[in-house]
């Protein structure tokens, strides 16, 4: 089914999902041109993103404007929104930022496009967001 009618699907989520074994190498460049003509793609990243079966190490790589650096960070931090973040619609309506509770596990990474609307830890990115071609991608560097 998800070979047949990719194109019928608005908003793809990989929730703490390794890329080995789940699907092909040839689905990833069919979702990142999925994307591209208009879709949406919602990464929440697992401590196997930080290793070598995240999925950037796919084709997906193209389209995604941030890259784990390999750590993770494993202790208490409170999300807080960017100077854009608290600007951003993903991000202006949420509650105070003194009410989130403290999360502790985040993938580190760097973010060389898109716009950081949350960092994390040591003010590492958290989630970034970017469009590419018609779509949009949204990458949070944590499960919790």
Do not use: C, K
Request: glycine share 12%.
């Amino acid at each position: 089914m998800f070979e047949r009618r990719l194109d019928e699907f608005d908003l793809i989520i990989f929730d703490r999902a390794p890329q080995r074994g789940i699907l092909q190498a040839y689905y990833f460049s069919s979702i990142a041109r999925r994307i591209e003509q208009g879709g949406a793609l919602l990464i929440t990243a697992g401590e196997a993103e930080a290793g070598l079966d995240g999925l950037y190490r796919t084709s997906l790589a193209g389209i995604l404007p941030s890259q784990p650096t390999g750590n993770m960070i494993s202790r208490p931090y409170r999300p807080t929104p960017t100077a854009l973040g608290l600007r951003h619609p993903v991000v202006r309506a949420l509650p105070s930022p003194e009410r989130w509770g403290r999360w502790t596990r985040q993938v580190e990474a760097n973010a060389g496009a898109g716009q950081t609307v949350l960092s994390g830890a040591d003010g590492r990115p958290l989630l970034v967001l970017d469009r590419a071609g018609e779509g949009r991608v949204a990458q949070l560097w944590s499960d919790q």
